[in-house]
């Protein structure tokens, strides 16, 4: 029996990885608490394991007194002398007990203690084991749902994969094999310790790092990722060294590298743009495919306003704005993408008056610009069916944009407004007014006085 448990415990330490003095402690603890429930709480005991036989001895520690009280605790001289001859009052005297029928509630008792022990320690080792590897990515194996989260066999542990972390156009089935990044390590007894996750911009980088062996030695860098997690992403690349491509690296020899991490997202598209410095190549970088043909630059507000070949406007947006959207987000600027019709447009001071119309829009504005209907005074005069079979716009708009275009009043301007008193001043107090005016003119700029 003794050589049993030394087996069984050498054998539990290798498989869990669990230190062999936490196991003894726990086994000590668990044989003094089956040992007071069988014989009481009160005992002053001593457990002590013998590594090199695997036998586990309890001493009964009592006091030698004259008169027994307690006899948990104490013992009298003559039953002391009895054990040792030297005994005298005051000594503390152990026994050794018999602990081979400590019975089958006790016994239970201390398997309790071992099994929480063993778990407890098991935790620990896997915090430690695990803690410094977030960011880091594993491999390993479905093994069930719960909740909408995935359970990940990783081999020493488990780790779970919540919804929340899961790129929602992936279906995962029981025993396939999963390739995620740890983003977590918690200690708790209730559920997986190691929290994975697959549709973060992390993931996406270590798996080019994984792939690009330049990346892993520091000569192409990753200067900034985007994604929409099973859609599209675009990452933004630069090199140290002027010998190497930093986009062909990323794509490989025939585009086997980036082919690799395309199937490894199932599919998810890859946009990989060199980086620069200026914002305004960087931009013309970062919404290719679309071409570019003039960049407005405001660096206090980081905007950027783009004008594009009319038929490159729904290319340089892409689908539901994610093309714009994903740039915008890798630069880390706002971007406003006009098409070269629509920026002209906006330079004519007449196409700005019909923007003041309450009901108009660029897009209608766009329209009836294009229709011949480019002032207030053309749209003034035009009837309903004519605007509807010109611009193509509903006749309920048309009705309305006519009505607002009548009761429009364009502000009045300032220089006539003062024209018109100074002719009602006489000669003297039109003279002060005019150095005034004068003044306030030679304190302006030149972009102002014009």
């Not at 140290?240 to 585009?255: F, H, K, N, T």
């Not at 220089?415 to 009602?424: C, Q, R």
Request: a negative charge; proline letters at 4%; hydrophobic letters at 40%.
């Amino acid at each position: 029996m003794t050589m049993e448990l030394k087996r069984t415990i050498d054998q539990v330490c290798k498989e869990k990885g669990i230190d062999k003095e936490v196991l003894i402690t726990a086994l000590e603890e668990a044989i003094k608490s089956a040992v007071k429930k069988r014989y009481g709480a009160n005992l002053d005991l001593e457990v002590s394991y013998n590594d090199a036989v695997g036998d586990l001895e309890v001493f009964q520690y009592r006091t030698v007194v004259e008169k027994v009280e307690d006899p948990d605790l104490e013992i009298s001289l003559e039953e002391a002398r009895e054990l040792d001859p030297e005994s005298e009052i005051g000594d503390s005297l152990g026994t050794k007990m018999d602990i081979s029928n400590l019975g089958r509630i006790a016994a239970q008792s201390a398997r309790q203690v071992i099994l929480q022990k063993m778990k407890s320690a098991e935790q620990d080792v896997i915090y430690e084991e695990f803690k410094d590897r977030i960011g880091q990515i594993v491999n390993g194996i479905v093994q069930r749902f719960e909740r909408g989260s995935i359970i990940v066999n990783l081999g020493r542990t488990e780790a779970i994969l919540p919804s929340s972390e899961q790129v929602s156009s992936e279906s995962w089935r029981r025993g396939d094999r999963i390739r995620a990044i740890i983003v977590d390590v918690r200690k708790s007894a209730r559920e997986p310790q190691v929290v994975i996750s697959r549709n973060r911009a992390e993931f996406l980088v270590k798996l080019f790092e994984l792939e690009v062996p330049e990346i892993a030695e520091g000569i192409v860098r990753i200067m900034g990722v985007a994604r929409e997690p099973g859609s599209r992403s675009k990452i933004a690349v630069s090199s140290s060294d002027s010998d190497v491509d930093p986009v062909g690296a990323c794509v490989g020899m025939r585009g086997s590298r980036v082919q690799a991490i395309v199937q490894e997202l199932r599919g998810e598209k890859i946009d990989i743009v060199p980086w620069n410095p200026d914002p305004v190549k960087y931009v013309f970088n970062a919404l290719a495919p679309a071409e570019c043909s003039k960049v407005i630059v405001d660096e206090a507000e980081e905007s950027l306003e783009v004008i594009v070949p009319d038929d490159q406007l729904s290319l340089a947006i892409g689908r539901q704005g994610q093309n714009v959207r994903l740039a915008a987000k890798l630069m880390g600027w706002k971007i406003d993408v006009k098409s070269e019709t629509r920026y002209a447009h906006l330079q004519d001071p007449n196409y700005l008056e019909l923007l003041k119309l309450p009901s108009m829009n660029e897009n209608v504005a766009d329209k009836l610009f294009d229709s011949g209907f480019n002032t207030i005074e053309a749209l003034k005069g035009a009837n309903v069916e004519e605007i509807v079979e010109k611009a193509r716009i509903p006749s309920g708009l048309a009705e309305t944009l006519i009505e607002e275009a009548k009761a429009y009043e364009p502000a009045q301007d300032v220089g006539e407004s003062v024209g018109d008193v100074e002719g009602e001043l006489d000669e003297t107090e039109r003279k002060p007014m005019m150095a005034q005016e004068q003044e306030l003119q030679d304190g302006k700029s030149d972009e102002e006085r014009a």
